[in-house]
């Protein structure tokens, strides 16, 4: 089964950057659509951004949009999640998501079928 490990989360003051990481196991990494949601304390999990198996597509919340970037790397079987300045509000637990279809607009947490175990990031003001 294919396992994801995310890493680089942390405590950062309001207006710093982090980026997180999100590593998979497995040889079918490059035909994943992979994504990023948090979950706010007492909140449900929300939609962060998404991106497409071959990179070419990308998807984000319009609460982050030109705030993060999603990339991946093929090769290294990774993607990522680049935050700038951030803002008390992007407290949250950051997961990774895999899909095993194509692609799809929809960011609804049941489109995705493995999950990473989180990573916590909280922004200080």
């Known amino acids: 089964q294919v396992q994801l490990v995310e890493s680089g989360g942390g405590l950062v003051p309001a207006g710093g950057s982090l980026r997180l990481s999100c590593a998979a196991s497995g040889r079918t990494f490059g035909t994943y659509t992979m994504g990023w949601f948090r979950q706010p304390p007492g909140k449900e999990r929300e939609f962060v951004a998404a991106?497409?198996?071959?990179?070419?597509?990308?998807k984000y919340a319009d609460s982050v949009k030109g705030q993060f970037t999603i990339s991946r790397d093929n090769a290294k079987n990774t993607v990522y999640l680049q935050m700038n300045s951030l803002k008390p509000e992007d407290t949250a637990v950051y997961y990774c998501a895999l899909r095993w279809a194509g692609w799809t607009s929809g960011t609804g947490v049941y489109e995705y079928d493995r999950w990473g175990q989180g990573t916590q990031v909280t922004v200080s003001s």
């Open positions: 991106i497409s198996s071959s990179g070419a597509t990308t």
